[in-house]
């Protein structure tokens, strides 16, 4: 009971904000290898994600980085000229599903 406790705590501690703080004039590329590459991994060789239609915009993308989500950190020191380069890099480096 106890290791579920734990375990459980630990899933929670994951979708805490992460202290990742871009460089001023970090390109979006550099931020992504730097906040995202260790958990997120390329879906293919062609693209980072595989984004439901409804999920592929702008709005939806910043809104996941600096919010979080369960599993995923929010990162609330990306400056808004970091955050709009970083969503705008993922739109375009991933492919939405149809």
């Known amino acids: ?8 705590l630990g899933l929670c501690l994951m979708g805490c904000s992460n202290d990742y703080t871009p460089s001023p004039d970090a390109e979006a590329a ?4 730097s906040a995202c ?6 879906a293919n060789n062609t693209s980072l994600f595989q984004l439901k239609p ?6 939806y993308i910043s809104a996941k ?15 808004e000229q970091d955050l709009a380069k970083l969503s705008q890099y993922v739109l375009e480096q991933s ?3 149809e």
Request: positive net charge.
């Open 65 to 79: 980085i600096r919010q979080g989500s369960f599993l995923m950190p929010a990162f609330p020191n990306f400056s």
């Open 30 to 33: 550099h931020i992504f290898d």
């Open 1 to 8: 009971m106890a290791r579920a406790a734990c375990y459980l």
């Open 95 to 97: 492919e939405t599903l």
């Open 54 to 59: 409804e999920n592929a915009s702008l709005s």
């Open 37 to 42: 590459l260790k958990c997120h991994k390329p």
